[in-house]
Nanobody, 126 residues
Framework: QVRLVESGGGSVQAGETLRLSCEVSDSTYKDHARAWFRQYPGKEREFVAAFSWGAAYTYYADSVKGRFTISKDDTGNTVYLQMNSLEPEDAAVYYC???????????????????WGQGTQVTVSS
């Protein structure tokens, strides 16, 4: 069973930056579609950003476009979420996810993703 391990969460002031990392335990998953979701207390997981298989396409939620960037290292094992100009509304638990392939219409839905990390807390104070 593949494992996804997130790191990089923390507490920052509004306007500051954080970079989240998500490492996959099995390198055979390096080309899999990868995503970041976030979850507010008592709410469903919300799409943030994603790569399609092989990082051919990139997707962002409207609320983070221009502020967040998804990327990966040269090996493909680690995916990053660079978060700039953080706002109090960005405070949530952030989860990384993976699946073999996902269609452009389905990428936004948590049910489309098969593997999940344990989550990392991001706190943004105003």
């Amino acid at each position: 069973q593949v494992r996804l391990v997130e790191s990089g969460g923390g507490s920052v002031q509004a306007g500051e930056t954080l970079r989240l990392s998500c490492e996959v335990s099995d390198s055979t998953y390096k080309d899999h579609a990868r995503a970041w979701f976030r979850q507010y207390p008592g709410k469903e997981r919300e799409f943030v950003a994603a790569f399609s298989w092989g990082a051919a396409y990139t997707y962002y939620a409207d609320s983070v476009k221009g502020r967040f960037t998804i990327s990966k290292d040269d090996t493909g094992n680690t995916v990053y979420l660079q978060m700039n100009s953080l706002e109090p509304e960005d405070a949530a638990v952030y989860y990384c996810a993976a699946t073999l392939a996902v269609g452009s219409e389905s990428v936004y839905y948590a049910r489309s993703w098969d593997y999940w990390g344990q989550g990392t807390q991001v706190t943004v104070s105003s």
